[in-house]
């Protein structure tokens, strides 16, 4: 009898391409239409979030770019919002349309991307509002599968984190990948002098000196023995105490910064990192330059989208007809909106609608894919950050 050998429980990309990865139930639907003639039916899916985790008023639109890349080459036609689109409920951010038997086993893929990073996405910038001018580092991808670490470093990125830890970031990303000095390097030595002289040797200049600052000692001792031992080559500290003896956070921080001024190490940086949320970080924006957010970004509440067939097409009537699920809104719609985002519509495509200013609202769906083949260039993730922090300025939580 062969022994099992370890393995990844992960699927490659042309397993999701082939549509295998899937729910059961869609596989049979697609032998039934098969079997009764029913697979060249042509519909119109829309996707659309029925509701927002409590508290939400807003949600972020994101993992465009990889149900673009599960859907190319395929015979569909896709609408969608830009990447990064902040939207509200019941609001249509995309159409797929096509063959039923070609969209049904893709629609578990589909939401997975979507929910995944749209749920990721959102929660960073909720994070990012909240914190304002001061940075925001994803540090989360212990957190989550490592197969999924670009996708998660992507989906806080955009939505707008101002780095990621992920030592791949320069291909995914374009951007330089950010740390600081985790506690077993500092164990190993067994002196935090000695581990920060070790990393200021070790490291290139590029490379921000910010000294872990709770290993073995008090946070103000600790922070300013670093800023004694690297002088003005030190740019920060890391405070990352555990919940469960680290006391007030903000006192702690407020202390190291003033012990910091007065022995003149004032350009020194507070980095706060450890159990953040976006009420954390409002609590302690006073104290902190920086915050490193790991689990609150990694594992958010989930952005709830659905992927419902809104139209069918009849060939004896040669045209769609508006057609729903009880509870859901049947037929092909547009989002309209006033940008930055002043008033939304949702209206049928098509609609020439006007804003209170006067100027025509701006439709929000385009063409991206027709009959599988893409339309438009992707933008880059740093632009659809940019768009995003464009559009949280409007925005409140």
């Not at 429980?9 to 295998?20: M, P, Q, T, V």
């Not at 670490?149 to 984190?161: F, N, S, T």
């Not at 200049?205 to 073995?216: C, N, S, Y």
């Not at 768009?387 to 300025?393: G, H, P, S």
Request: aromatic share 10%; hydrophobic share 40%.
């Amino acid at each position: 009898m062969t022994k099992p050998h370890p393995r990844f429980y992960i699927f490659s990309e042309d397993e999701l391409k082939r549509g295998n990865v899937t729910d059961v139930y869609f596989i049979r639907s697609k032998q039934i239409l098969e079997k009764y003639g029913l697979c060249n039916k042509l519909v119109r899916f829309e996707i659309h979030a029925y509701s927002l985790p409590k508290g939400y008023k807003w949600a972020l639109f994101t993992g465009l770019e990889e149900v673009l890349a599960l859907l190319r080459d395929i015979p569909i036609t896709l609408y969608a919002a830009p990447e990064g689109t902040i939207f509200t409920q019941l609001q249509p951010l995309a159409i797929v349309e096509g063959r039923i038997c070609d969209i049904i086993v893709f629609e578990t893929a589909i939401l997975g991307i979507l929910r995944f990073y749209s749920s990721v996405s959102t929660k960073a910038a909720r994070i990012k509002k909240k914190a304002g001018e001061k940075e925001v580092l994803f540090f989360g991808l212990r957190a989550q599968h490592p197969a999924i670490a670009a996708a998660l470093d992507r989906a806080a990125y955009i939505g707008g984190c101002d780095a990621v830890s992920g030592a791949f970031s320069r291909e995914f990303l374009s951007i330089e990948p950010r740390g600081t000095i985790p506690h077993a390097l500092i164990i190993t030595f067994g002196d935090p002098v000695e581990a920060w002289k070790a990393f200021d040797s070790v490291m290139p200049e590029e490379v921000p000196r910010i000294a872990l600052v709770d290993t073995f000692y008090d946070e103000r001792f600790e922070s300013l023995l670093a800023a004694k031992t690297l002088g003005e080559r030190l740019q920060g500290v890391r405070l990352d105490t555990p919940r469960s003896r680290r006391g007030d956070i903000y006192l702690i921080a407020k202390e190291v910064k003033w012990t910091l001024k007065l022995h003149g190490f004032d350009k020194v940086k507070i980095i706060i990192s450890g159990g953040l949320d976006e009420d954390e970080v409002e609590k302690l924006k006073e104290v902190a330059d920086a915050f490193g957010v790991g689990t609150s970004i990694a594992f958010p509440p989930s952005i709830d989208l659905s992927m419902d067939i809104v139209e069918v097409y009849d060939e004896k009537e040669g045209k769609w007809i508006p057609i729903s699920k009880r509870g859901k809104m049947p037929g092909m719609k547009q989002l309209y909106r006033c940008v930055p985002i002043e008033e939304d519509y949702v209206d049928e495509p098509g609609k020439a609608i006007r804003c209170s200013d006067g100027n025509l609202a701006k439709p929000m769906l385009t063409k991206i894919i027709d009959q599988g083949k893409l339309l438009q260039s992707l933008p880059k993730p740093n632009e659809i950050r940019q768009y995003v922090l464009e559009q949280l300025k409007h925005v409140d939580i």
